[in-house]
């Protein structure tokens, strides 16, 4: 796995099959797709910027890197992706094989380019759309929240404010005296031309553009543009007075009626002023809903208490009355903030849903951030937002206007990406027929991206069948471009050009190298994203069956084992811990989605789709610390087995993080022996798994959900639903740690004895 997680130390990818099957019969008996997680801009220390525009093949439009092949002499390069002769300008002329530009440097794959003079000018805008239609507790919490937030924005970034409940309220910030708001009906989307008119936006005389503010050339004076939008540091004091004024929404709720919440109609207003004001420059919508919308457009619910939320089951069954409409709405929604280049972020905080499911696809095609807590008191909620703005600890690095292209060598094409963007519909040759995700198309729109931002791209080889032997081996690589423009969060535009080799192997005894080449926990993760999504989409499709045809037919096809022997099986260290992911793949939130609500379920994905490879595996497959006295923190068997009276366990499984105590461990807690000077010991052996959930807190983005629990404790099925269900009711024998599971689930020894026995037929 190493040599793996150094070449994404290099280039931000990992890939299922480092070694490509070669064509696509090969291909498709691989079972996981030909794919790649790929991080665009994820921060290396090392990485060079360099001063000046790249050089382009003047056929294919690839970028020139170190695969090229260069004639010295005669100053050519050739493009490896179409074999086009390329001629370098004037300004290259003293290259030599000892005088390298940066981006023909062997070990610099992965480059970034900086448009000299090209700094833009243009400051974030961050809009904020607040629910007042929540209980004064929570109304206290989410003030105090926004305020902090406030006083953490960059000084320069425009700032702007809208409001909701039953109504609609923007805030015209502009006037500190004054307070003054424009009101729009809940229960009715809202035009962008209706939404100018009512403004009085075309009242000032429009003017040519002069300002720095993009808005200026669409005809909107700078003058009207800063009513709503203010640079942060002079509208600090009006926001903050704003704020504080604020009220719950007035209207009275019924006893038998959930609150009046236009969430859709605020983010379409949100959305209009913005495109009216800032179109194609950065911008974020910051949604905080604290509750179910249940009016206008988008309502997932009607405000009839005795009408429940929709659940997956009645997702499942069709019988969700306002799921598709809302939906269609927001599909709406996103094409004009795609358009727009802005963001949407969703700080989803109430006991009951709000509509997350519903929203997901506006969230999720904008790049935007995601977050979902019980409370705006929770920290989940409060740590998260602050981590936005805060750059002290690990730095989010928000990025905006992205837009990722692919160059592939001409026997691959591309289904499509599963991941935070949206399709640009650039067809060309390279689009595969086969969609995943967003396809047919060959560049997307990234309207926010940051370090973290994962994609996974799928593709197709098309190569029918096997070459000749003596063209196999005059070529037998495979070259991948992936480009990333985007604004980076200095301001200024930059280009990221990662450039792979991969080689390809084909026909007879290709086997050991693709299993030489296979990296299992990027074959996990992608899995993972493929099932999500073909639940999503396929009406009736079975995840479970899906899931173990693809194993058992991996397993069948790269195991060691005599026919018909199941005794004799045996898988290569490279293969032999995806079938423990699979495992726990069938047993995790991604497809036992019933243990959930279906905004979760859109939670728990939208998350794992903007992931890299380690923190996706973690959801997958969680991890288990074991801290005794006996010994220094070790890994354990996510394993009922692991659980001891004299241990403490810490669980992270990404959203929440659990230290768990044994039940003698808790006793001493209890008795209050870390206190006593004579206990030290023990005091550190208490501490040593608060550290290291600290640790893991710090770095996570959403923050986790921090439990800490005991041995027969109620919460402590946080831990036991995630663990193998070794002993369960229905097991015999005695059980060491004197915990059982109450589960029908088969554990992952019988699963493996399935699968064994299946596989060697
Ligand atoms: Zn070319």
Known sequence: MAEFMELEGQDGVRMPWNVVPGTKQEASNCVVPVSAIYTPIKTFPNMPVLP??????????????PFSIVDFAAKIWICPFCFQRNHFPPHYASISDENLPAEL????????????????????????????????????????????AIGLLPDNSLVGLITFGTLVHVHELGFSTIPK??????????????????MNFFLIKPKPPTGVIAGARDGLSSESIARFLLPASDCEFSLNSILEELQKDPWPIPTDQRASRCTGTALSVAASLLGACVPGSGARILAFVGGPSTEGPGAIVSKNLSEPIRSHKDLDKDSAPNYHKAVKFYEGLTMQLVHQGHVLDLFACALDQVGVAELKVAVERTGGLVVLAESFGHSVFKDSL????????????????????????????????????????????????????????SAWKMCGLDQATSLCLVFDIVKK???????????????????????????????????LSRRWVAGPGSIQDLIAGFDQEAAAVVMARLVSFKMEIEAEFDPIRWLDKALIHICSRFGDYQKDSPSSFSLSPRLSIFPQFMFNLRRSQFVQVFNNSPDETAYFRMILNRENVANSVVMIQPSLVSYTFQSAPEPALLDVAAIAADRILLLDSYFTIV????????????????????????????????????????????????????????????????????????????????????TDDVSFEVFLDHLQRLAVQ
Request: with cysteine.
């Open 465 to 499: 069948e096997l070459p000749d032997a003596t063209l196999q081996s005059s070529s037998n690589q495979f070259y991948f471009q992936f480009l990333t423009y985007y604004q980076h969060s200095t301001g200024e535009m930059r280009l990221r050009v990662t450039s």
């Open 105 to 148: 440097f062997p070990q610099y794959t992965t480059i970034e380019y900086q448009s000299p003079g090209e700094a833009s000018s243009v400051p974030p805008v961050f809009m904020f759309v607040v629910d007042t239609n929540i209980i004064e507790e929570e109304m206290a919490f989410l003030k105090s929240a926004l305020s902090q």
């Open 181 to 198: 708001t424009y009101v729009f009906k809940g229960s009715k989307d809202v035009s962008k031309d209706q939404l100018l008119e009512q």
């Open 386 to 441: 602050r981590r936005v703005f805060r750059s002290e600890d690990k730095e989010l690095g928000l990025s905006s206007n992205g837009i990722f292209e692919i160059n592939c060598s001409k026997d691959i094409k591309v289904q499509g990406i599963l991941g935070p963007c949206a399709s640009l519909e650039k067809k060309g040759p390279l689009c595969s027929d086969t969609i995943v995700g967003q396809g047919s198309t």
């Open 52 to 65: 000046y525009a790249p050089l382009r093949c003047r056929n294919c439009r690839s970028v020139l890197n």
């Open 659 to 742: 230290i768990f105590h044994g039940s003698t461990i808790a006793q001493w807690r209890k008795a209050g022996y870390h206190n006593q000077p004579e206990h030290q010991a023990f005091a550190r052996l208490l501490q040593a798994p608060r550290d290291d959930a600290d640790a893991i807190i710090k770095e996570r983005f959403p923050v986790p959900r921090l439990v800490i629990c005991d041995q027969h404790g109620s919460q402590a099925r946080f831990l036991l639903a995630k663990l193998n269900p070794s002993a369960t009711y229905n097991s015999e024998g005695n059980h060491p740690g004197g915990d059982i599971i109450f």
